[in-house]
């Protein structure tokens, strides 16, 4: 049902399943059976303005929201969840600087997440914490105008092709205590 969608809205759910149909459906199995990375449905994607339907137009995007990212999504899933999850994680990684970024961060990162020219991963589950926030021990320490990662991250979707990352880590192991994290 797509009856309470806006103009705008349409045209973004109607472009993502002409793509998902034309370019992502006739290349998926193969995708799958030589085990590839799916850059080529993903440029498509990318030079159609998809990757940045929720940035903000002055860092390159569409401006639109979450809402409008997820009716791509969704189209793109119809035709392989494997297009569909390297679109997303992108997405999901490119979000901490959208929602926590300084100006600078988002002016660096945020154009070229949304023209489609590099990939952002989120680099959130390690061994000992499957996807539980609260669980993580990686950590990262303050050394001159960086910081310095220690730990280990594992199942990061795009992560041997993305080129930007975002990475949960402590920076303040008193916040949390030890031991695995309380269920609630």
């Known amino acids: 049902m797509d009856y309470f969608l806006n103009e705008d809205q349409r045209a973004i759910k109607d472009l993502a399943r002409k793509i998902a149909e034309e370019r992502v459906m006739p290349v998926r199995a193969e995708l799958d059976e030589k085990e590839e990375f799916p850059w080529g449905p993903l440029k498509y994607l990318a030079d159609a303005g998809l ?98 990662l220690n730990g280990t991250k594992q199942w990061i979707t795009n992560g041997g092709e993305a080129e930007i990352y975002s990475v949960i880590a402590l920076t303040d192991r008193v916040k949390v205590p030890e031991g695995p994290a309380p269920f609630w």
Do not use: H
């Open 51 to 148: 990757f940045g339907i929720y940035i903000p137009e002055e860092y390159g995007g569409l401006g639109f929201g979450a809402f409008e990212n997820c009716l791509a999504i969704e189209e793109i899933s119809r035709a392989c969840i494997g297009v569909s999850v390297s679109f997303a994680a992108s997405g999901l990684g490119a979000y901490p600087f959208l929602l926590f970024g300084s100006e600078e961060m988002k002016k660096k990162y945020l154009p070229e997440v949304a023209s489609g020219r590099k990939l952002a991963a989120f680099g959130l589950t390690e061994p000992g914490a499957g996807s539980d926030a609260g669980g993580i021990r990686t950590t990262a320490k303050k050394d001159g105008d960086y910081y310095v």
